[in-house]
């Protein structure tokens, strides 16, 4: 089994920060690309941020500049620095892995179950 867990999400006035946090765990044995996405109400799931395995990054126009993704590979986890937070920011985000598992050394992509992330004064 493999999970991904995701926390830090939050209520944040326009203009401040939050950084989220995504563990993936279980018999994982090689994670290709972690990365971000967010689904607004009445909106489809857009990626926003996403590190691969050469450690290249691409973001969301609409993100570029405030948000920073990064990785701690010994911890499998993956972050994102949100700064400079707007309430368009305002959505559900979730952590995604395109990973190897370690159980017959299967390819599989794996989603978080969100957290929630408002951006209002």
């Known amino acids: 089994q493999v999970q991904l867990v995701e926390s830090g999400g939050g209520l944040v006035q326009p203009g401040g920060s939050l950084r989220l946090s995504c563990v993936a765990s279980g018999r994982i044995f090689r994670i290709n690309a972690m990365g971000w996405y967010r689904q607004a109400p009445g909106k489809q799931r857009e990626p926003v941020a996403v590190?691969?395995?050469?450690?290249?990054?691409n973001y969301a126009d609409s993100v570029k500049g405030r948000f920073t993704i990064s990785r701690d590979y010994d911890k499998n986890t993956v972050y994102l620095q949100m700064n400079s937070l707007k309430p368009e920011d305002t959505a559900v985000y979730y952590c995604?892995?395109?990973?190897?598992?370690?159980?017959?050394?299967?390819?599989?992509?794996?989603w978080g179950q969100g957290t929630q992330v408002t951006v209002s004064s």
């Open positions: 590190l691969n395995s050469g450690g290249n990054t």
């Open positions: 995604n892995a395109d990973l190897v598992r370690s159980l017959g050394f299967t390819a599989g992509e794996f």
